[in-house]
């Protein structure tokens, strides 16, 4: 009978035992199957988290101009895209591995946050240069233009006192004269042209000797001229003069006369005469003979 209790009591005990064991594996498989799967939404998220960062190494380098810094930052990227493909490679299970990618997705964070402050460093340090660049591009547009309109000015200036200072002949008088010297409008009796006219006192035109040049043009146009090689230059080019006189300017008012000798034919009808000092016709006038 002792021996029947003894039986009966182990084999109650095999059974706790082997109930405890049993409850102890359940929970174990339980468990570890809770932790696969931890382990795979983890792994999707770290998934998630690498292609968003591959993505933003692309959209960085699209940001920049900097070739050095560009490189990089694909360095990185490809980096990032490497490690991706370790994570989808590895199973859910192997949970030591999937530890290090997650280290390794800590460090791809840190760096890709370093970039994206210097980049945007980079962009405000540009941003400041663009906005100086075009202040000083203002500043230098509104110098340029300062000075052409100096220059322009005193271009004006200069004109005006260059057409200040020049001769000024006004009473323009052409007279025909006979072999006796008296006055005639008779083409056929002119012996000689005499022109007459008064330089205009002018305090701001210089002083000492100038050269002055009577051109006398016919009724059909034709210059009064005794050698073809008598010329002066006017507004870039040579004109042919009839009569050149050297004077004395003092500055002050002046009355001047030269003289033509008629050696040719006149015709009758209606005569030009201009004046010209310094390449600049200062005067002009007409005259007539029957």
Do not use: C, H
């Not at 530890?99 to 340090?125: C, F, G, H, P, W």
């Not at 022109?195 to 701001?204: A, E, H």
Request: hydrophobic share 35%; proline share 0%.
């Amino acid at each position: 009978m002792s021996k029947n209790k003894n039986l009966i009591i182990i084999i109650i005990l095999l059974i706790i035992i082997i109930g405890g064991v049993s409850f102890f594996a359940f929970r174990q498989v339980q468990e570890n199957k809770e932790m696969s799967e931890l382990f795979a939404i983890e792994k999707e998220e770290m998934e998630n988290e690498y292609t968003t960062y591959a993505t933003q190494y692309d959209e960085l380098q699209v940001q920049i101009n900097n070739d050095s810094l560009r490189q990089k930052l694909e360095s990185e990227q490809l980096r990032t895209q490497r490690l991706l493909e370790e994570l989808r490679q590895v199973k859910s299970s192997n949970a030591a591995e999937i530890m290090r990618l997650k280290k390794e997705l800590k460090t791809v964070r840190a760096v890709l946050r370093s970039y994206v402050i210097q980049i945007d460093s980079l962009n405000r340090l540009n941003e400041a240069l663009t906005t100086e660049n075009k202040e000083v591009k203002q500043k230098y547009n509104e110098a340029t233009r300062q000075i052409n309109t100096l220059a322009e000015e005193k271009k004006n200036l200069n004109e005006k006192v260059a057409l200040a200072a020049q001769l000024d002949a006004t009473n323009i008088v052409v007279e025909g004269r006979n072999k006796r010297g008296k006055e005639t409008q008779k083409v056929k009796n002119v012996k000689k042209l005499a022109v007459s006219f008064t330089l205009v006192k002018n305090i701001t035109a210089q002083t000492g000797e100038r050269t002055l040049y009577v051109r006398i043009t016919q009724p059909g146009n034709e210059v009064l001229s005794k050698n073809a090689s008598d010329t002066f230059n006017y507004e870039n080019r040579e004109l042919q003069y009839s009569i050149k006189k050297y004077i004395e300017y003092t500055g002050e008012e002046q009355t001047v006369t030269v003289y033509w000798d008629v050696e040719e034919y006149l015709a009758a009808g209606t005569y030009n005469v201009y004046i010209f000092a310094d390449g600049v016709m200062i005067g002009s006038n007409s005259f007539s003979l029957k």
